[in-house]
């Protein structure tokens, strides 16, 4: 705990945080668009983070995660979706679910973009704020990759299974119930971070950023 260095982690927190917020209130949004209105009712269409956290896994998880280093995995409270409201359900479906991953990466190329802009320098302030916008980045392209893992119950997982059909779609969402061992099978494996780590440094040089 001695080596913690807690103005990073307070702001890595705050980051993550603002983050899920806008990917949650995009699920939503999308919904609402596409004709679902569930979310609207139950005051999910909202950047307030308040209606968004879930105690458990926004808050206790990323917190031990982050002072400790340990492997978990956070999650927010899924927005609601009745499929019987959308035009398209599982089209709709598949789209609802990849607003959120997408609206990371819209964040990631705002930030991005000011740190670009950012006048050269070695002032104090200067570097504070880069550094602050970049590790926004950072957790803003990690959210979006991880969350495409097609792996239920990831945005990833809900994508693939609107895409696919028949038979092929029954295998894939009979996995469902099994989604989180499969997650931190591929976690402490080390195999999660084989396929995502690349992913992230590629969108992250392709932004015009050094990790």
């Known amino acids: 705990m001695a080596g913690l260095d807690f103005p990073e982690l307070l702001l ?13 209130a995009a699920h939503a949004w999308t919904a609402d668009r596409l004709g679902d209105t569930t979310a609207r009712m139950l005051g999910r269409l909202s950047l307030n983070p308040a209606v968004h956290i879930d105690v458990v896994g926004t808050i206790v998880f990323p917190l031990i995660a982050l002072m400790t280093g340990v492997p978990l995995i956070g999650w927010a409270k899924p927005v609601p979706v009745n499929m019987r409201n959308l035009r398209e359900p599982r089209r709709d479906f598949a789209i609802i679910a990849l607003a959120g991953p997408v609206s990371n990466l819209v964040l990631a190329v705002i930030g991005a973009v000011v740190v670009n802009l950012l006048p050269a320098g070695d002032g104090v302030r200067i570097g504070l704020l880069e550094e602050g916008l970049i590790r926004f980045v950072l957790i803003n392209v990690l959210l979006a990759v991880f969350n495409m893992i097609p792996v239920p119950p990831l945005d990833g997982g809900n994508v693939l299974s609107g895409l696919l ?7 894939f969402n009979n996995l469902r119930p099994y989604g989180m061992v499969i997650l931190y099978g591929l976690l402490l494996s080390g195999i999660l971070w084989r396929i995502v780590t690349p992913i992230e440094i590629a969108i992250f040089r392709g932004l015009g950023l050094t990790s």
């Open 165 to 171: 059909r028949g038979q092929a779609a029954k295998l």
């Open 12 to 24: 890595s927190f705050l980051v993550l945080i603002a983050s899920l917020t806008f990917h949650e």
